[in-house]
């Protein structure tokens, strides 16, 4: 019992851990992507750093079995 809780918060940590880095990758090319879209526009980097956290949830929702082969 002791090793598989151990086992479960290792795989637990770690995966935790490709997921954040995968998100904040993926924030700061959307983040980009989102800054060359609304360039003409006078949108601050606050509210393109909202639409890029809007799409965030549906990338890592289309990453997420990558992520789990990891």
Excluded: H, K, W
């Excluded at 800054?35 to 006078?42: G, M, V």
């Amino acid at each position: 019992m002791t090793l598989s809780f151990y086992l479960a918060r290792r795989f637990l940590r770690s995966f935790a851990l490709v997921l954040g880095v995968f998100a904040l990758i993926l924030f700061m090319v959307d983040l980009v992507e989102q800054i060359r879209r609304f360039d003409a526009a006078e949108l601050g980097l606050r509210d393109l750093a909202l639409l890029a956290a809007l799409n965030l949830p549906q990338t890592l929702y289309a990453v997420l079995p990558l992520l789990m082969v990891m």
